[in-house]
Nanobody
Framework: VQLVESGGGLVQPGGSLRLSCAAS????????MNWYRQAPGKEREWVAF????????NYADSVKGRFTISRDNAKNTVYLQMNSLKPEDTAVYYC??????????WGQGTQVTVSS
């Protein structure tokens, strides 16, 4: 199982970024996927979920209306479009999924910094 995040970087407040997570080693289209984030000195927190087909999504209240999770099962990739970014969105963002056989699987993370 491999999850590889990309797309992070430095952005000004109010700006946008799109994160990507390329998955391999499992049947991607069979699993719901999550994005989590961890800010310095804080616990990792859940950000968004998308079902295996993409037909259902959920968001943390802190990002609802600003972030959009999506997926392309043909490309084994899940995305997180982040708009209206705030300094408090600064964190390392992780791709995640859970399966009965493997348990939790995480990517290496991608750093997002929102600062002027």
């Amino acid at each position: 199982v491999q999850l590889v995040e990309s797309g992070g970087g430095l952005v000004q407040p109010g700006g946008s970024l799109r994160l990507s997570c390329a998955a391999s080693g499992f049947t991607f289209s069979s699993y719901g996927m999550n994005w989590y984030r961890q800010a310095p000195g804080k616990e990792r927190e859940w950000v968004a979920f998308i079902s295996s087909t993409g037909g259902s999504t959920n968001y943390a209240d802190s990002v609802k209306g600003r972030f959009t999770i999506s997926r392309d099962n043909a490309k084994n990739t899940v995305y997180l479009q982040m708009n209206s970014l705030k300094p408090e969105d600064t964190a390392v963002y992780y791709c995640h999924y859970w399966s009965i056989g493997v348990g939790n699987s995480w990517g290496q993370g991608t750093q997002v910094t929102v600062s002027s």
